[in-house]
């Protein structure tokens, strides 16, 4: 969707480096989720906002952190990158409560190696 | 616990031929409900979504789906599958004051010429 972007869609990087993606939104949603998507698993939640410096973790969180600073940009962060971690990534924006649907990236394919 | 099921990992059809995809939730409180399609390579699109009232939904693309409260159940139909529908699908489910949607672990149709 042209409202949310991720960066980078692919990224390979090495077991125990640190990692970041990036989410950014054009629509002023307040609600940005991660999550990760490994086949038999569907997609699971790592973490969400729900404002400004608001987050809270989600079923997969170990590992990860988030952070954002402005309505507009939702920050994954892998501190320490583990084989594990190889997924699809997807960001999604939501209306409050999301009553009305995600919106979701086109995904960051990352492999730890 | 909270969970939503779809019990068909792969399901082929041929075309022109009709599709049921299954999805049951155990949840506490009435939910709402949504069906994603997920093409190749790509991101999540809502086809369609339930939140109270008529229990037949109409979505995009000629599906619909219908909820059945004693069945905990909302399945996806098409009266006539396309090629192009081949895809993966994911039902998702949320509740009020729950603040991020939990989905199914995904089913991949196939449609046979």
């Known amino acids: 969707d042209a409202g949310i972007t991720q960066s980078p869609r692919h990224k390979v990087t090495e077991t125990g480096t640190p990692v970041t993606l990036r989410c950014h939104q054009t629509e002023n949603h307040r609600y940005m989720y991660w999550y990760r998507q490994d086949p038999g698993h569907g997609l699971r939640l790592i973490h969400y906002s729900y404002g400004v410096k608001d987050t809270d973790k989600g079923e997969v969180s170990d590992g990860y952190s988030v952070s954002r600073s402005k309505t507009e940009d939702f920050l994954l962060t892998l501190e320490s990158a583990t084989s594990s971690q190889t997924s699809v990534y997807f960001c999604?924006?939501?209306?409050?409560?999301?009553?009305?649907?995600?919106?979701f990236g086109s995904g960051t394919r990352l492999t730890v190696v | 616990a909270q969970s939503v099921t779809q019990p068909d990992i792969h399901i082929t059809v041929s075309e022109g031929a009709s599709l049921e995809l299954r999805c049951n939730y155990s949840y506490g409180a009435t939910p709402y409900l949504f069906w994603y399609v997920q093409s190749p390579g790509q991101g999540l699109q809502l086809l369609l979504k339930?939140?109270?009232?008529?229990?037949l939904v109409q979505g995009i693309k000629g599906f619909e789906a219908e909820f059945k409260r004693s069945q905990s159940s909302f399945n996806l139909r098409k009266p006539s599958v396309h090629w192009s529908d081949a895809a993966e699908y994911f039902c998702a489910v949320g509740v009020t004051g729950r603040r991020a949607l939990t989905f199914g672990s995904g089913t991949r149709l196939q449609v046979q010429p």
């Open positions: 999604a924006i939501s209306d409050p409560e999301g009553l009305y649907g995600y919106t």
């Open positions: 339930y939140f109270s009232g008529d229990t």
